[in-house]
């Protein structure tokens, strides 16, 4: 069992950042792969970023490229997303999620554990 909970959104003026924590608990939790998703009002909820259990592979969604870095620290059972460069378009409820297969993944349905999300709002 795995348990998530999301830390640091918050409110942001664009063109600035935010670093965004999930803080896991469990102890096989450095063998899960970890992604973050977002959910915009009416939309669905989309993949941004996945990171393998030990870090040396990552994913991004084409539209934070550049942008957002994923990274973890095992020893401290978190997942980081730092975004730089916000946009109006990126305010979102973001969630984390962990798989156990290890491997970071685009799709939703791979996913065993979700936290309940942290509020990101980008001004314009």
């Known amino acids: 069992q795995v348990q998530l909970v999301e830390s640091g959104g918050g409110l942001v003026q664009a063109g600035g950042s935010l670093r965004l924590s999930c803080a896991a608990s469990g102890r096989t939790f450095s063998r899960y792969g970890v992604g973050w998703f977002r959910q915009a009002p009416g939309k669905e909820r989309e993949f941004v970023a996945a990171?393998?259990?030990?870090?040396?592979?990552?994913y991004y969604v084409d539209s934070v490229k550049g942008r957002f870095t994923i990274s973890r620290d095992n020893t401290k059972n978190t997942v980081y997303l730092q975004m730089n460069s916000l946009k109006p378009e990126d305010t979102a409820v973001y969630y984390c999620?962990?798989?156990?297969?290890?491997?970071?993944?685009?799709?939703?349905?791979?996913?065993?554990?979700w936290g309940q999300g942290t509020q990101v709002t980008v001004s314009s």
């Open positions: 990171i393998s259990w030990g870090g040396g592979r990552t």
């Open positions: 999620a962990a798989d156990h297969l290890g491997l970071g993944s685009s799709r939703r349905d791979e996913y065993d554990y």
